[in-house]
């Protein structure tokens, strides 16, 4: 390639990903910050992190500067003889003789060492009470400390960007008042607190009082945050004594304080610091029993959702158990994978009945500089996105991880004012997972789709019977309907409240003719790596088997798609294994789907005896 051409190929380039991918290689050869990048090249260090970030695309001329110092450092020459590490997408890398900048692994590290260090204190599920709003605030700090510093490149001095800022807090994402800025809290800065009504001074007596004051004044400042950031007292006491003692909290402090681990707009993209903060939230849940599965589904289940759903930008995204958001948010990473130009946002909205989910999901959505509606309260009652007529809104997409086998009370429903049972097979009994498959199909518009998780015995339990169950009849009904477009057996021990396979059933309201009448299974439970405490599915396969569930051809002991005459020989079970092969050698099924074909076995031997009874009777009538 010659010079002429090598550079003629940079300027031309209008690929946001390949110009950051350019930035990232050119910095790693030199060894540049963003910022030292930004003088190189002539413009501020906010405009290259755009361009790293992948939001902005340079001008023809400001490429062509690119394509010089490309040129110079060597990235994508002829005479480049390695091609460069590239680091993770929006990270600065630190000067010369300083530590390299953090990775996801350093990052988790982090916020372990920072659980650790009050260990004792709480128990692991309630780390994250006083862990995440920590976390959360420290991003909220670094990322004004970011907007001051661009503010300050177009006023001349911090101070004057200071005072622009307290006089127009619409300038900024967030207005952090002094007490709440990280270099106070964390002792590095000096702040002089001011008086009380008496003359006395407000400053608190220790680390605990701080931190609760400062989020009650980043509170006062930004109200939206309100339930997010205010959700634990940092100097509670309990019988005379601290919750948390002082000591642990300052060593918190100096963990998220390590140069190493800034959180701001130059240092890490929202999408890895998500994938650092879900790495906490795992944590917690592995000690957090039955109940973490509420606000947490594996972070591979939840991208491979967002692959099979391939959300368009300007979708309206649902999910009505949100927990922590997190399969919100991967339809919007995914969406922006899918059309990296785009600058048009899902639009996305959750519902969420804990208090304490609320207010992680809250902080999961700013955290990923993403704009998510969400209400509080108990959709199956009481679902808060509405039409103005009182009609359950409909939407693109819904994705779901809800309560599995959760007790579900037909009296309750027989009258349903959203009218969701009645009309889409019946009113279930028992059990409400196909109840909140029947929500779903209330929340879909005519042109929808979801993905929902349910436990396995969603699809089987009632198959065989013959006697009239009500889950089975649903099940018929959906199928009748050409309602769900496919089934995906996933991987025994993934998830966090259940040692138990878990299937993703998907629903769609307009299928492609080549899919209609047609449901397309998916054995996916031999794709997954051991782990402790819980098995999980490698990076690598979820883009695959998203586009195997996708293309739906069929795939020795991997995919089949059968027909709707399969389904009704088959009594309408659509467990995956049935058609496409027996899990793993190694796996082991679950025990409450063990139970649930146990269940089947028996009410098929008792149709059998009956049948048997029945044939026996008119034989005694003929002798």
């Excluded at 190929?9 to 963003?34: C, F, H, V, W």
């Excluded at 661009?150 to 001349?156: F, K, P, S, T």
């Excluded at 009218?419 to 009113?427: Q, S």
């Amino acid at each position: 390639m010659t010079r002429q051409i090598f550079i003629a190929n940079i300027a031309n380039m209008t690929d946001s990903r390949a110009i950051a991918s350019t930035l990232r290689a050119i910095r790693a050869k030199l060894d540049l910050t963003q910022e030292q990048l930004a003088e190189r090249l002539g413009v501020s260090f906010a405009t290259v992190n755009r361009w790293e970030g992948g939001s902005n695309v340079p001008q023809k001329a400001a490429r062509e500067v690119i394509a010089a110092l490309a040129e110079e450092a060597g990235v994508g020459t002829p005479e480049s003889t390695t091609e460069s590490p590239e680091p993770a997408a929006g990270v600065t890398r630190r000067r010369r003789g300083a530590a390299a900048a953090p990775s996801t692994k350093s990052m988790e590290q982090m916020l372990w060492d920072a659980a650790c260090s009050i260990r004792g204190e709480k128990d692991a599920a309630k780390f994250k009470d006083y862990l995440l709003p920590l976390l959360f605030l420290k991003r909220l700090s670094d990322v004004f400390d970011d907007e001051i510093t661009r503010l300050a490149e177009e006023y001349g001095d911090r101070e004057t960007a200071l005072e622009i800022a307290e006089g127009d807090h619409s300038l900024l994402r967030f207005y952090m008042p002094p007490e709440a800025r990280w270099g106070i809290i964390s002792g590095r800065e000096s702040y002089e607190w001011p008086l009380d009504d008496e003359g006395e001074s407000t400053k608190p007596k220790d680390i605990g009082e701080h931190l609760t004051k400062a989020v009650r004044a980043v509170v006062k400042q930004n109200p939206t945050l309100s339930g997010v950031i205010d959700v634990v007292d940092f100097a509670a006491e309990r019988n005379g004594e601290r919750d948390i003692n002082p000591a642990k909290l300052r060593a918190v402090i100096e963990t998220f304080s390590d140069k190493r681990y800034r959180l701001g707009l130059g240092d890490v993209q929202p999408d890895f610091l998500g994938r650092a903060y879900e790495y906490l939230l795992r944590k917690f849940a592995e000690g957090s029993g039955q109940s973490a599965g509420e606000f947490f589904t594996p972070t591979e289940v939840g991208f491979l959702m967002a692959h099979i759903m391939r959300p368009r930008p300007g979708e309206d995204c649902h999910d009505y158990a949100c927990g922590s958001a997190g399969l919100l948010v991967k339809l919007q990473l995914v969406a922006r994978e899918l059309d990296p130009t785009s600058k048009v946002p899902l639009k996305l909205t959750a519902q969420e009945l804990q208090a304490e989910s609320y207010a992680v999901a809250q902080m999961n959505g700013i955290i990923h500089d993403m704009e998510i509606e969400i209400a509080r309260g108990d959709t199956m009652i009481n679902p808060k996105f509405r039409t103005a007529d009182g009609k359950v809104k409909t939407h693109d997409i819904v994705v779901a991880n809800p309560m599995w086998n959760q007790p579900f009370n037909p009296d309750i429903f027989k009258d349903d004012p959203f009218d969701r049972f009645r009309t889409a097979g019946g009113v279930s009994t028992g059990k409400g997972d196909w109840a909140w498959l029947q929500h779903t199909l209330a929340c879909l518009n005519d042109n929808g789709r979801a993905a929902v998780v349910l436990d396995t015995g969603a699809v089987t339990r009632g198959s065989g019977s013959k006697n009239g169950d009500k889950e089975r009849n649903i099940r018929k009904w959906f199928v009748d309907h050409d309602l769900i477009d496919g089934v995906i057996l996933l991987p025994d021990n993934l998830f966090y409240n259940t040692s138990a396979a878990g299937v993703i059933v998907v629903l769609n309201k307009r299928k492609p003719a080549a899919r209609k009448d047609k449901i397309v299974l998916l054995n996916g439970s031999r794709h997954v790596q051991k782990g402790r405490p819980k098995n999980f599915i490698p990076d690598d396969y979820i883009r695959p088997l998203a586009a195997a569930f996708l293309k739906g051809e069929p795939v020795e002991n991997e995919v089949a798609a059968i027909t709707r005459q399969q389904v009704e020989e088959a009594d309408y079970s659509l467990s995956p294994s049935r058609w496409v092969g027996p899990a793993a050698a190694d796996e082991q099924a679950g025990l409450a789907d063990i139970l649930d074909r146990f269940d089947a076995i028996v009410a098929a031997e008792a149709t059998i005896t009956q049948d048997l009874g029945a044939a026996l009777a008119k034989l005694r009538e003929l002798a």
